[in-house]
C-alpha cells in the first residue's frame, strides 16, 4: 500500500525552538490529517485539513494544506518537553475508502 | 466520556494459537478499523467495517479475521496463519454520514507478543 513521505526522520530540539515538519505524495488528496503518538499510546488527532491553502492551528501548532493539494506542513511554535512524540500525517483521496499514513517524524525536545 | 477501548493492554500468546483483540467504541461511529504498527513504519490497514454486518479488507488481511455484530464493537483475531504477528495493534471509528468520515480517532492499542 501507499505510504506518505515525511521529513524530517527525527528531530532534536532545544525547548522554545519552533518545529516545521512536512508530509508529501505524488498524488492529490482533498483531507490531510495530522497525529500525534506518545510511546505506547494511539495516535491522538491534532489537526484537520480540507481545502488547498487551508491554515489552521491548535494552540501551538499550525498546519497547512499544500496549495498543490499533493503536500502539507506542520509547525509547532515554542516547543516544549510534553511535544515530545512521533507526529504522523495521513491523507484521504478521492474515491479511496481509505487513509494513507506517513511514516512519522519524531520530536526530541531537550528541556 | 466517548472513546475507543482497547483490551487488553498488553497479550502474550504462544506461536499456532489463534487470539482475538478486542475493540469496543461509544461515539456512535460507524466506521471502525484495525491497523497494525510495526516499528518505523506507518499504520498499515488491516480491515475496516463501514456498517454493521460488513467490512472489507485492508492492506494486509492475510491471517487475520473480524466480526462486525454490532455497531459498538469490532474484534479482531489473529490467526496462526499470520506469519508475524507480533505487532501494536491499533483500532479506530470514525463518522460515515453528517460529518468527515476520514477524521479517524484511535483507541489505546494492543501490544501482542507471539513467541
Known amino acids: 500500500g501507499q505510504q506518505l513521505n515525511q521529513s524530517p526522520q527525527s528531530m532534536f530540539i532545544q525547548e522554545g525552538e519552533d518545529v516545521s515538519m512536512n508530509c508529501t505524495s505524488s498524488?492529490?488528496?482533498?483531507?490531510w490529517l495530522w497525529y500525534k503518538q506518545e510511546p505506547g499510546e494511539g495516535p491522538v488527532l491534532l489537526i484537520a485539513l480540507y481545502k488547498a491553502g487551508e491554515l489552521t492551528s491548535n494552540g501551538r501548532l499550525t498546519a497547512q494544506f499544500g496549495i498543490t493539494r499533493k503536500d502539507s506542513f506542520l509547525n509547532i511554535s515554542a516547543s516544549i518537553p510534553s511535544d515530545v512524540g512521533i507526529y504522523f500525517c495521513a491523507g484521504h483521496r478521492t474515491g479511496f475508502q481509505k487513509l494513507v499514513f506517513g511514516t512519522g517524524t519524531r520530536l526530541l525536545v531537550s528541556p | 466520556d466517548g472513546g475507543i477501548t482497547q483490551s487488553p493492554k498488553y497479550l502474550f500468546r504462544k506461536e499456532g494459537q489463534n487470539v482475538t483483540l478486542s475493540c469496543e467504541q461509544n461515539l456512535n461511529h460507524d466506521a471502525m478499523y484495525w491497523y497494525r504498527q510495526d516499528p518505523g513504519q506507518g499504520l498499515r490497514l488491516i480491515y475496516y467495517s463501514q456498517i454493521v454486518n460488513d467490512f472489507q479488507k485492508g492492506d494486509i488481511a492475510e491471517g487475520y479475521s473480524v466480526s462486525r455484530e454490532k455497531k459498538e464493537s469490532f474484534p479482531l483475531t489473529v490467526t496462526s496463519a499470520q506469519k508475524n504477528p507480533t505487532a501494536f495493534y491499533l483500532c479506530a471509528s470514525s463518522q460515515v454520514e453528517g460529518g468527515p468520515w476520514s477524521e479517524q480517532y484511535f483507541g489505546p492499542g494492543t501490544r501482542l507478543t507471539v513467541t
Open positions: 498524488s492529490i488528496f482533498n483531507t
